[in-house]
């Protein structure tokens, strides 16, 4: 069973960067998204960026030209650079990986911007 796990969580002053990555253990065919969503506390899950095949990419709008989400398809890897954090980036970030069959979530890695 394929398992993105995530890294790179943290706690982080507002104003802060973080740098979280994602890598799918084992072999994954036709992989059509990668993405990163987020939980804050008391909130639905929501997207954050996504990255296609072809590397067009797509962001929330309360996230554009502060992240940056980019993949390595070989390697079934993708980070999402995270600059001028603020106190509402705070949540529980999640790999998301949608391929032919299906798609995959990671367990999630803890995000914390303190003001």
């Known amino acids: 069973q394929v398992q993105p796990v995530e890294s790179g969580g943290g706690l982080v002053q507002a104003g802060g960067s973080l740098r979280l990555s994602c890598v799918a253990s084992?072999?994954?065919?036709?992989?059509?998204?990668m993405g990163w969503y987020r939980q804050a506390p008391g909130k639905q899950r929501e997207l954050v960026a996504s990255?296609?095949?072809?590397?067009?990419?797509n962001y929330a709008d309360s996230v554009k030209s502060r992240f940056t989400i980019s993949r390595d398809n070989a390697k079934l890897t993708v980070h999402l650079q995270m600059n001028s954090l603020k106190p509402e980036d705070t949540g529980v970030y999640y790999c998301?990986?949608?391929?032919?069959?299906?798609?995959?979530w990671g367990q999630g890695t803890p995000v914390t911007v303190s003001s």
């Open positions: 084992g072999s994954i065919f036709s992989i059509n998204v």
């Open positions: 998301n990986i949608k391929y032919l069959l299906g798609e995959l």
């Open positions: 990255i296609m095949r072809d590397d067009s990419t």
